[in-house]
């Protein structure tokens, strides 16, 4: 009897840790969610046992939730300043860590009867960026702004809307909420009523490159292990061309 009451307890145990192993806890950029939909479920057909939770939003605010404990197998930044951060609180490895994709920044607004260029950005009232604190897209905008020497002067005049996400800064755009905004290429292909007002040129602000990186937790993870190493196939990489955005081969 107590040999069997041994046994019962033990597969109780047992059995809620194969389940976890199975789920797996993904934390991505905002400008990555309908991309990584995609990737989740041509995932899920060679492995319908995995549950999949995903959290997406600014890949700061991500980075520091995942730093202050909440579960995160895997990450996805929309630049590698984040992914370091987590690596130097070692809960990152170096090694498992890689590019995803690029993308490229544009600024979005209602459709004008004049050509709109950087340098006339001034003339506007209100435009939506990331929070450069938090949001990649921000730091991209800021970079942009300041290489044509008139963030300063937006940031004084109170022009500058900042947007907890790049999805935000999209949505304030496409609702005329502001005169247009800072956003990735594959996010403005989503808007319904603003449009592509000009594509920043690539040198004037650090790449756009999403690193994925594996955490401690996710190296122990089979699953999580699995949809790592999916992402870099060549379905994947299909995928993420197919939402605008850049993969090497």
Do not use: C
Not at 36 to 62: A, C, R, W, Y
Not at 218 to 223: L, W
């Amino acid at each position: 009897m107590k040999i069997k009451t041994l046994i019962i307890l033990f597969l109780f145990h047992l059995f809620p840790v194969a389940a976890s192993a199975e789920t797996v806890y993904l934390s991505a950029a905002a400008s990555m969610t309908d991309a990584i939909k995609e990737i989740i479920t041509d995932f899920h057909v060679s492995h319908p046992q995995v549950k999949i939770q995903t959290n997406f939003g600014s890949s700061g605010g991500l980075a520091k939730q995942i730093d202050q404990g909440a579960p995160g197998d895997i990450y996805i930044s929309a630049n590698p300043k984040w992914v370091n951060y987590l690596v130097e609180k070692q809960l990152i490895a170096p090694k498992n860590n890689r590019i995803l994709a690029y993308n490229k920044l544009v600024f979005l607004g209602e459709k004008r009867s004049s050509p709109l260029t950087l340098e006339k950005l001034t003339e506007l009232e209100r435009i939506a960026i990331g929070s450069p604190k938090s949001v990649p897209a921000g730091q991209y905008s800021k970079q942009t702004l300041e290489h044509a020497k008139i963030y300063t002067a937006l940031k004084q005049a109170n022009k500058l809307v900042l947007a907890k996400d790049v999805r935000q800064a999209l949505l304030y755009a496409d609702r005329g909420e502001v005169d247009g905004a800072f956003v990735y290429q594959t996010d403005a292909l989503m808007a319904r009523n603003a449009e592509i007002l000009f594509t920043v040129p690539d040198d004037y602000h650090d790449r756009v490159a999403y690193p994925v990186g594996l955490t401690e937790s996710g190296a122990k993870n089979a699953a999580a292990k699995a949809l790592y190493e999916y992402m870099g196939t060549p379905d994947a990489k299909k995928v993420l061309q197919q939402f605008g955005f850049e993969v090497e081969d």
